[in-house]
């Protein structure tokens, strides 16, 4: 007959396997931690955005891939912001455009048929060319999740938000060297008019902006806001804003590290010197 161990021995290795897992758990968090943080800080100058306010539509979760993140909110089942960094001296060969694919960790499956016959296409806000020859093939793979798709319009997407993804990527970037870009959807302000307009379960947004900001001591910012219904051939200046007006518009905070004086002068005056955007503001895109 075999003898019982003594429950208190057994309750200590209980507690020591415990405490182990405990300490694996923490080290792996804060190893984890870590990572996610030089990543965020690579990807995002000045910190991740944040919000104004705290409200049920502000729940949003950070969705890290290669190359840019993107702020992805389960109930308006759209992306709130795309972040990234373009650089002039980096450059690889840019790969053939891949498929577009479902994100498994949005909570709404959002597939990539979602948007057929809805008289919307699938635009992109972190871009597909720019971020291929910047950060590499894996990064434009990444640019093909659903997760990183919002509804625009035909004329706004091939035409207009095209033209002015071509100006910053060809123009911007080597006049500057280094660009934070910052953009997403502006929604309705009627909210309940907005949670019911959807391409599938996806909230369609009245606008999009995209933030420009030369980082540095003294940066240097250029913003837009482009609506759904514009024609594709207007001139890039005519949707200059501030980002003041852009935080505005969407209730987040950009840029929340800036200390607040230099915060006031790069995200409250509309300052186009030295991007030389006259010169490229009615350039034809790729698809006229």
Same mark, same amino acid.
């Given at each position: 007959m075999s003898r019982r161990r003594p429950l208190p021995s057994l309750w200590r290795r209980s507690l020591r396997r415990l405490g182990i897992a405990v300490l694996f758990a923490a080290v792996g968090s804060g190893l984890w931690y870590m990572e996610e943080r030089e990543v965020r800080e690579r990807l995002s100058w000045m910190g991740v955005p944040t919000w104004e306010r705290l409200t049920p539509l502000s729940l949003h979760r950070v969705l890290r891939n290669d190359g840019f993140l993107v702020g992805w909110s389960d109930v308006r089942v759209s992306a709130l912001w795309a972040s990234y960094v373009l650089r002039a001296d980096s450059a690889?060969? *840019?790969?053939?455009?891949?498929?577009?694919?479902?994100?498994?960790?949005?909570l709404w499956p959002v597939t990539p048929d979602g948007y057929l016959r809805s008289g919307y296409d699938r635009g992109h806000l972190a871009p597909n060319y720019a971020i291929a020859l910047v950060h590499g093939p894996s990064a434009q793979y990444d640019t093909f999740l659903m997760s990183n798709m919002v509804p625009q319009r035909p004329d706004l997407n091939r035409r207009l938000w095209q033209r002015l993804e071509e100006v910053v990527i060809d123009?911007? *970037? #080597?006049?500057?060297?280094?660009?934070?870009?910052?953009?997403? #959807? *502006?929604f309705d302000a009627d909210v309940t008019r907005g949670m019911l307009r959807r391409v599938g379960l996806v909230e369609v947004p009245e606008a999009f902006y995209k933030i420009l900001v030369v980082p540095g001591e003294r940066p240097r910012a250029l913003a837009f806001v482009m609506p759904q219904e514009v024609r594709g051939d207007e001139p890039l200046d005519?949707? *200059?804003v501030s980002i003041d007006r852009i935080e505005a518009l969407t209730g987040l905070d950009f840029f929340p590290n800036l200390p607040d004086t230099t915060e006031r002068v790069l995200e409250g005056r509309v300052n186009a010197a030295g991007w030389g955007l006259e010169a490229v503001a009615n350039l034809p895109g790729r698809f006229d």
């Amino acid at each position: 007959m075999s003898r019982r161990r003594p429950l208190p021995s057994l309750w200590r290795r209980s507690l020591r396997r415990l405490g182990i897992a405990v300490l694996f758990a923490a080290v792996g968090s804060g190893l984890w931690y870590m990572e996610e943080r030089e990543v965020r800080e690579r990807l995002s100058w000045m910190g991740v955005p944040t919000w104004e306010r705290l409200t049920p539509l502000s729940l949003h979760r950070v969705l890290r891939n290669d190359g840019f993140l993107v702020g992805w909110s389960d109930v308006r089942v759209s992306a709130l912001w795309a972040s990234y960094v373009l650089r002039a001296d980096s450059a690889v060969d *840019v790969g053939e455009r891949p498929g577009f694919r479902r994100d498994w960790r949005t909570l709404w499956p959002v597939t990539p048929d979602g948007y057929l016959r809805s008289g919307y296409d699938r635009g992109h806000l972190a871009p597909n060319y720019a971020i291929a020859l910047v950060h590499g093939p894996s990064a434009q793979y990444d640019t093909f999740l659903m997760s990183n798709m919002v509804p625009q319009r035909p004329d706004l997407n091939r035409r207009l938000w095209q033209r002015l993804e071509e100006v910053v990527i060809d123009r911007f *970037v #080597p006049r500057h060297g280094t660009l934070q870009v910052i953009d997403g #959807p *502006v929604f309705d302000a009627d909210v309940t008019r907005g949670m019911l307009r959807r391409v599938g379960l996806v909230e369609v947004p009245e606008a999009f902006y995209k933030i420009l900001v030369v980082p540095g001591e003294r940066p240097r910012a250029l913003a837009f806001v482009m609506p759904q219904e514009v024609r594709g051939d207007e001139p890039l200046d005519r949707f *200059v804003v501030s980002i003041d007006r852009i935080e505005a518009l969407t209730g987040l905070d950009f840029f929340p590290n800036l200390p607040d004086t230099t915060e006031r002068v790069l995200e409250g005056r509309v300052n186009a010197a030295g991007w030389g955007l006259e010169a490229v503001a009615n350039l034809p895109g790729r698809f006229d």
